[in-house]
């Protein structure tokens, strides 16, 4: 089998010589090699890797067209790879006045980091990645003028949903749309933040030319689901139950916060079912709590278990689970009960 010639018998004036681990490496043997190396791992039932096997023959014809069509790729003059900067550079672009092999290299690196950057809104992550990273240093947020007005606490995305519809149509399915949810930090004066309508026009701004054509793009605020916990704790022997509640209500206020809740610690994700094994787990892991009984959910959605009790509270896709009220009864070893009941906005009692 014939290999093509060396790239310093064939070199021509102007092009780049080949660097170590990049295309000048990838040669008939080399690949060959690699290729009988992988067989086995690869495809086992294949124990033939002489020279007349036919897929041997097939692995050389290929390793040799892939070893010339690579030398042919590293002997691109410079100006040809200027070139193609500028292509990818947009009208803009220029290349420095005195170019030397140095400036192309620096060049090509920048271009493929640029080509690496997320600038265009695809998928939920392009989206979410773009608000979290480009977002805060854009015109667009600069423009908001005032100090956090430009913050975002969390950030959504649901796909095939127009949420600026009415109530009753807003979980229809919407081909080619993408809602955006936006919410600002929480604030002890405002534990449920919702956007401005400044910030919703200047995200929906900053998303624009950077969503594809075909899609449209809806940037909405969230809506809070309340929730309501009820459940019974069997204490340590040595818990005190004031301490025991308090830790209880604590760790479910904590747990379902809707911005340092969840497992990450970054709120729960948006739509995210609240279900009974959730609340079991949670108190069930407590240091003064030996058992837990009798927990129960209330909420708007309701998930019925086979015994017709609730299984889970659902929530729509834009919608962030906040525990509204949360019964406890605690009962030490003697079976004495000690209640606390707490609701939003209000202190345990």
């Known amino acids: 089998m014939s290999t093509t010639p060396s790239a310093s018998s064939a070199s021509s ?26 067989l086995p791992a690869l495809y086992p039932g294949w124990t033939d890797h002489n ?10 014809l290929f390793a040799w067209l892939t070893e010339m069509l690579a030398y042919q790729l590293d ?14 550079g947009g009208p803009g672009w220029r290349p420095p006045a005195e170019a030397s092999g140095a400036d192309l290299g620096a060049a090509v690196a920048v271009a493929l980091r640029e080509l690496e950057r997320r600038h265009r809104a695809v998928t939920a992550a392009d989206y979410e990645h773009l608000l979290r990273v480009e977002w805060p240093g854009s015109p667009e947020a600069a423009r908001l003028g005032e100090p956090g007005a430009a913050r975002l606490g969390r950030v959504g995305v649901v796909a095939r949903r127009d949420l600026t519809r009415p ?15 936006v919410v ?8 449920r933040p919702a956007p401005t309508p400044g910030l919703i026009a200047a995200v929906a701004a900053f998303l624009e030319p950077r969503r594809l054509l075909t899609t449209r793009v809806r940037v909405v605020g969230p809506a809070y689901a309340d929730v309501g916990i009820a459940a019974r704790l069997g204490l340590r022997d040595d818990a005190p139950p004031e301490q025991a509640l308090a830790g209880a209500l604590d760790a479910l206020r904590a747990a379902f916060d809707p911005f340092t809740g969840g497992p990450g610690g970054a709120g729960r994700t948006f739509g995210s079912p609240v ?9 069930d892991a407590l240091p003064l709590v ?60």
């Open 290 to 349: 030996d058992f837990v009984e009798d927990v129960a959910l209330t909420g708007g959605r309701p998930v019925p278990a086979e015994d017709d009790s609730v299984a889970a509270i659902s929530l729509a896709p834009h919608e962030l689970a906040v525990v509204a009220r949360v019964e406890l009864v605690a009962y030490d070893r003697y079976r004495r009960p000690s209640e606390l009941t707490w609701t939003a906005g209000g202190e345990p009692g």
């Open 75 to 88: 002997e691109v003059p410079d100006a040809y790879t200027w070139s193609f900067l500028s292509l990818l």
């Open 51 to 60: 020279p007349s096997d036919p897929g041997i023959a097939l692995v050389e």
């Open 167 to 181: 109530p009753e149509t807003i979980e229809a399915d919407a081909p080619a749309h993408v809602s955006v949810l």
């Open 275 to 283: 279900y009974l094994s959730d609340v079991y787990g949670l108190l």
């Open 184 to 191: 600002p930090p929480p604030s002890a004066a405002d534990p």
């Open 13 to 38: 004036a102007g092009s780049a010589p080949s660097a170590p681990g990049e295309l000048g490496e990838l040669t008939y043997a080399g690949l060959v090699a690699e290729a009988r190396t992988l």
